[in-house]
Nanobody
Framework: VQLQASGGGLVQTGGSLRLSCAASGGTFSRYTMGWFRQAPGKERESVAA????????LYADSVKGRFTISRDNARNTVYLQMNSLKPEDTAVYYCAADYDGGVYYFRNFGLIPARYDYWGQGTLVTVSS
């Protein structure tokens, strides 16, 4: 499956952005989808994940209550709504996909980058102070 992330940009502290990730070349509803980010000089970290249907989601503690992951399986797209943005949210954001392995696998490994086999190219989010 191929992934194309978009929607990044420059925003002020407290602002909002919505990232999109369009998938092609696979059966989208078979995939767990995740969002990850990498800031300059730092390791890639998890942000959020959605199971195949969207009715189960996971969030990193740093974004809980501010970010929302959602998906539209009819449009083969996953979204990341980011509100109340902070300068520390500045990073390249990546979407990723992996075959859905069921509830236990999702709950325990959904936020682990190494489980994801397919990655998009990333979109830059810059939050100015």
């Amino acid at each position: 499956v191929q992934l194309q992330a978009s929607g990044g940009g420059l925003v002020q502290t407290g602002g909002s952005l919505r990232l999109s990730c369009a998938a092609s070349g696979g059966t989208f509803s078979r995939y767990t989808m995740g969002w990850f980010r990498q800031a300059p000089g730092k390791e890639r970290e998890s942000v959020a994940a959605s199971n195949w249907s969207g009715d189960s989601t996971l969030y990193a503690d740093s974004v809980k209550g501010r970010f929302t992951i959602s998906r539209d399986n009819a449009r083969n797209t996953v979204y990341l709504q980011m509100n109340s943005l902070k300068p520390e949210d500045t990073a390249v954001y990546y979407c990723a996909a992996d075959y859905d392995g069921g509830v236990y696998y999702f709950r325990n490994f959904g936020l682990i980058p190494a489980r994801y086999d397919y990655w998009g190219q990333g979109t830059l989010v810059t939050v100015s102070s």
